[in-house]
């Protein structure tokens, strides 16, 4: 499957041309093959092709895939796990932690006396990094796997021309994208992705949206004939490298059908593409960033430059008051250790990971694992009606006159419609035919042949066929939404009898076609156009759908899903508001709203939107549930309106008219059973029916982006506090207050308590509402609830300068006794303390009592503190500059962490009451 880079629209058109123009040497020359394609008699794309208008033989089709390789761009397919390997250790904070590792192999190693050599420093932070890459590494790798094999799931096919050899005559087939040659013969319809990159042999009224190239929102038209293509490029004369994309008989993969009919000779495939230039040079991995990303880059910097600060401050501190620099230094560095989140990356993925897994496991296919978050974000649903709300499955109910009798001939008419039309099989078209068949059409309707087509689409919201009897007279028959239709036609008939079109009829027809919507049936009218022999023509255009005779009306039967109702209710006790874009009309859609449980409001209609500015827009979408009669276009303008709001918006949808919503949205989510270039924009394919996955899609977002909050909270607060708790240290106490190494493994044994934060659960009420990324809470956090455990650090190092003695033994030899002392009892309590953190801020309400932690975190907390207590006392102690303390110690330790539960719940209930909110 490919995956088409994301370009938001109204990018300059100036802008892409450079994009484009810039790109490297061997896209050139595919280009190049491109514009030699193009504006030559198509016989010599065959001949260079090998192949013919009738497709390749099957044998050869094989062979030339061997050779040639699967149609696939490179970034489809995730690295190989090396890479991925490789890959995970690459990030800010494993690279500051390395050349810390190098400075203090340099500084302990290198530079030290045989005797005073020491590997400790280097071994902690290799292996903080080791423990933070490989985790991060195990989620991600685990969870491309399980997306890969969803993936698999969704189909994405081609249909293409061939025959088994010379005989046989060429058959059309559905195949794997993946397996398209050059050569191959390619139909397309509305709704298609181009499958690589193609020139055009017959193409009727084709409109390419080329916006994954471009930007450009708008559909171009794509044409066939030389004439027009020679007149075309006369005028687009000019730079010839940049106007590639406005060659009129060829087409780029990854762009996709709006609107129309081809069929073309494929040129180019997988890594030849156009595209898959593109990919392999300049797009493979620049993304989108989303606010997500924005909000994890602005914090991880927050910390950063926190560090920047803070490391020179203490080393200039320690170095004064302690005069030796160099110890100094290596204590600065640690304590620049303990600033960085070093697994904030690990957190981050292993999280969103841990959720794409879990999506997985109802088959929900994460295309990319930002959007896990960006679902829990999300506090605006736009949804489109037809196939998504309802079932997609529609039953043609009745085939009307224009009195509203029942009449045969109207199902005749609509059949000839349907069965003769060559784009998208619509739910629509496909409920005649098979209810047609089901009677088995009249006799006469198969002396009818087909002459030509206009394409449904969505302005017209009307299509029309063309037949011939065997006399050589032609029929228009047409069917669409009624006003629409209602506007090309200019008489009426019932029986023989035919009345023009007055206001008076205008009325009565449209009272009917109400009436039908309101007990919940959408209605089209077919009608119909008589032209005799004299003026038949071979071919029509869209000009020619005037003077129509209505001839009655078909009305269709689409109910709700099952799981419409529940959804949408789910949905909105988790405070995500539901909004339907159709381009359906609002009677129709009022009523299904009622059926499913939305309160519809007053409807605000595509028209309406088209005649307002952008701030009007903005306004009127706050009070607006149902958006009916858009445009593909007008759908993304409702969600871009929406998004300028502030919201979280994401769209659900399974059309060609929902794919510009899709691609806007901050996520946009589609079904398996979706077109080509739905799935294709989604960032999420829900793979089963059930629409109540969707309330658990929000959960599980949620719940990821709370494990990545409550992290970064606890590191940004504690991480505050101790350097805090460092510098009044520094400037009150003789010695360093705990020895570089001691900062370290402090460091170490943190990392190992948070390493099941992505296990933990989150409390029901953080899960109600919509989160979003608020940088300026982290900020206040941090400074609210850092000196919080400050507090306590001092009061220990009282303590231990007092009660255990280290004053009174440095006043004695003023040697390191004391120090050792000093250091032990500081490294537990902090080590305890910061460890208490994660259990005290990980919830509002009151830890153990009211919340407990997950089992996983609940064994690494206690491993930590078991570890940290522990050490002091070790065989290890002497070597690293611990001395065992005194039992009592450990009476105090606990009077000193019931003081920092009660302070900490303290101004954690005065936080919550101030700013409404934990994190
Ligand atoms: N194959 C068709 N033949 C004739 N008319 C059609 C056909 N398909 C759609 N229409 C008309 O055009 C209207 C708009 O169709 P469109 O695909 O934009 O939206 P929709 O499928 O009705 O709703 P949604 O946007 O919720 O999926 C339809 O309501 C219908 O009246
Ligand atoms: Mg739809």
Redesign the pocket.
Known sequence: MTQTPQHKTGKSKQKQKGFIAGSSVPEQKISMRIVEESGKPIQATFDRTKSSPFGLFSHDAAERLQRSGPNEVAHDKAPHALVQLALSFKNPFVIVLLILATISYVLDVHLAEPDDRSWTGVIILLSMVTISSLLRFFQEYRSNKATERLKSMVRTTATVLRRSNDAANPQRQEIPMRELVVGDVVSLQAGDMIPADIRLFSSRDLFISQAVLTGEALPVEKYDTLGAVAQKSADAAGDGQADLLDLSDICFMGTNVVSGTATAVVVATGANTYFGSLAKNVVSHKRIETSFDRGVSSVSWLLIRFMLVMVPIVFMINGVTKGDWMSALTFALAVAVGLTPEMLPMIVSANLAKGAMAMARRKVVVKRLNSVQNFGAMDVLCT??????TQDKIILERHLNIKGNKDESILQLAWL??FH?S??K????IAIVSHADERGPAAKLLQYSKVDEMP?D?VR???SVIVEDQGGAQLMVS????E?MLAVCSHTQEGDEIRPLDDVARTALLEKAREYNEEGY???IVATRQIDAAHAKPQYKTEDEVSLIVRGFLTFFDPPKDSAAPAIRALQEYGVAVK??????AIV?LKVCRDVGLDPGTPLSGQEIEAMSEQQLNEAVKYTTVFA????LQ?SRVVKALQANGHTVGFL??????APALRDADVGISVDSGADIAKETADIILLEKSLMVLEEGVVKGRETFGNILKYLNMTASSNFGNVFSVLVASAWLPWEPMLAVHLLIQNLIYDISQMMLPWDKMDEDFLKKPRKWDAGNIRRFMIWIGPTSSVFDITTYILMWTVFGAGAMYAADGGSAGQSIMNSGWFIEGLVSQTLVVHMLRTRKIPFIQSTAALPVLLSTTIAIGIGCYLPFSPLAASIGFVSLDKSYFLWLILTMVGYMILAQTVKTIYIRRYGQWF
Not at 426 to 429: A, I
Not at 580 to 585: A, K, R
């Open positions: 489109d009606k037809t196939g998504t709300l419609n349907s039309q784009g998208q619509n739910l629509m078209d449904f969505f919201r009307r299509l069917k669409g939404a009624v629409e959408r209605v089209l339907v874009l159709t381009g359906d009309n859609t009669k858009l445009t593909p759908k949808g399974d059309g060609i008219n929902d």
